[in-house]
Each structure stands twice: as structure tokens, then as C-alpha cells.
């Protein structure tokens, strides 16, 4: 079975611009996370995805938002690029076990 | 607010060495711990979980014991491989796990041969 799969693996942006990162869970998962590595940090938990409906948020400002799609996958959208937005954002889904599997992530660039 | 702390890296050992990454934690009520590992060019796994006081996760050789009294989850495992070379992160989760998992920082852990 295929995993989490995120894309793009890689993108550059500049300062001001608008990104959309893509995220399909594994089949039967009803529940996606998103999470931002900044290197050298653990990763900080952004959004939870639940059927469709959002079930937590972090401490990240408005220009993040997320949704959830009938097939369960997920994007992840920043507007009003920063350079501190450069990082790995990570897609995790879930069953209802609560563990959560994580994609290889999309690394982000903002010059 | 939850967060955790755990030893700064890289930490450096010889295979067959015994391995010992700290973890220390600070939450309201009462969490369930993890330990994730990122092996390089991978995504984060869960290597073990412990959800009550006293409770020792284990998997693939490595163990951590759930301590309240100590606020502790530290990761051991008693004969390292070069395998083992990976970047491993200590979190919890309240609650229903609505505000997600807070991660510690990592600790890039390098075995020699």
C-alpha cells in the first residue's frame, strides 16, 4: 500500500507570493495533519483534518489555511509569503488508532 | 503551555554501544509520549509510544519507560547498530490530541563502525 505522498518534494517562492502544498493519506485514512519543520526544530503542529472538517489548529497566523477534500486528501495553503516560511511542511494521516504516518514532507524556500 | 526537551546532538557512539537519549516533558494533564525517528531522506516514523504512567514502550531493540515522577520518557537501547544512524525526536499529546503533537527539538544520533 502506498504511503503518504505529498508534492511538490521541493519549491522556491519569493517573499509576498502564495504556495498550495498537496497531501493524499493512506487509503482508509480519514484524518490529516500538517506540521512545519523549521531546520533544526522539531516539527509544530499547524492543522487537524477530520471528515472534512478542521478539529485543531496551532499557534500559526491567518495567512495559513487548510482543507480537506471527499477523498480525504488535503491542501495546505500560505499566502503572503515570509522568509521565515522556509521549512519542511509535513503531511501526517491517521486511523481512528490515533498513530500518525508521516509523508516525506515538501521543502519550502522563500527568497 | 506542552513542551518538551530533550539532549542536543549530534551525540556520537560506537557500535555495540549503549544508547541513552534524554527526554523531559512539561503538559497539563496527563500525556501520552512518543518517540519518532527520521532516517535520513525519510519521513518521521513512530518508534515507540507509552500512554500511561509506568508503561514502557519498546520496539526494534530500543525501550522508554512512561515516568510521572520525573517527567521523563528517556529512549535506551542496549547495542547500537550503524542502522540506527537517524535523527530522533521525543513527543507528546493531551487530551484528544485536537492541538496535535508537540515535538522536542531532536537529537541527531551518528553510529560509527
Known amino acids: 500500500d502506498a504511503g503518504v505522498t505529498q508534492s511538490p518534494t521541493h519549491l522556491i517562492k519569493t517573499r509576498g507570493q502564495q504556495v498550495t502544498l498537496r497531501c493524499s493519506p493512506i487509503?482508509?485514512?480519514?484524518?490529516v495533519s500538517w506540521y512545519q519543520q523549521v531546520l533544526g526544530q522539531g516539527p509544530q503542529f499547524i492543522f487537524q483534518y477530520y471528515e472534512k472538517e478542521e478539529r485543531g489548529r496551532g499557534n500559526f497566523p491567518d495567512r495559513f489555511s487548510a482543507r480537506q477534500f471527499p477523498n480525504y486528501s488535503s491542501e495546505l495553503n500560505v499566502n503572503a509569503l515570509l522568509l521565515g516560511d522556509s521549512a519542511l511542511y509535513l503531511c501526517?494521516?491517521?486511523?481512528?488508532?490515533?498513530?500518525?504516518?508521516f509523508g516525506e514532507g515538501s521543502r519550502l524556500t522563500v527568497l | 503551555g506542552d513542551s518538551v526537551t530533550q539532549m542536543e546532538g549530534p551525540v556520537t557512539l560506537s557500535e555495540e554501544a549503549f544508547l541513552t537519549i534524554n527526554c523531559t516533558y512539561t503538559a497539563t494533564g496527563y500525556p501520552s509520549l512518543f518517540w519518532y525517528v527520521q532516517y535520513p531522506g525519510e519521513g518521521l516514523q513512530l518508534l515507540l509510544k507509552a500512554t500511561k504512567a509506568d508503561d514502557k514502550g519498546s520496539n526494534k531493540g530500543f525501550e522508554a519507560t512512561y515516568r510521572k515522577e520525573t517527567t521523563s520518557f528517556h529512549l535506551e537501547k542496549g547495542s547500537v547498530q550503524v542502522s540506527d544512524s537517524a535523527v530522533y525526536f521525543c513527543a507528546l499529546k493531551t487530551g484528544g490530541g485536537a492541538d496535535g503533537l508537540t515535538f522536542g527539538k531532536g537529537t541527531h544520533l551518528i553510529i560509527q563502525p
Open positions: 487509503s482508509g485514512h480519514k484524518s
Open positions: 501526517a494521516s491517521s486511523p481512528n488508532t490515533g498513530e500518525l504516518f
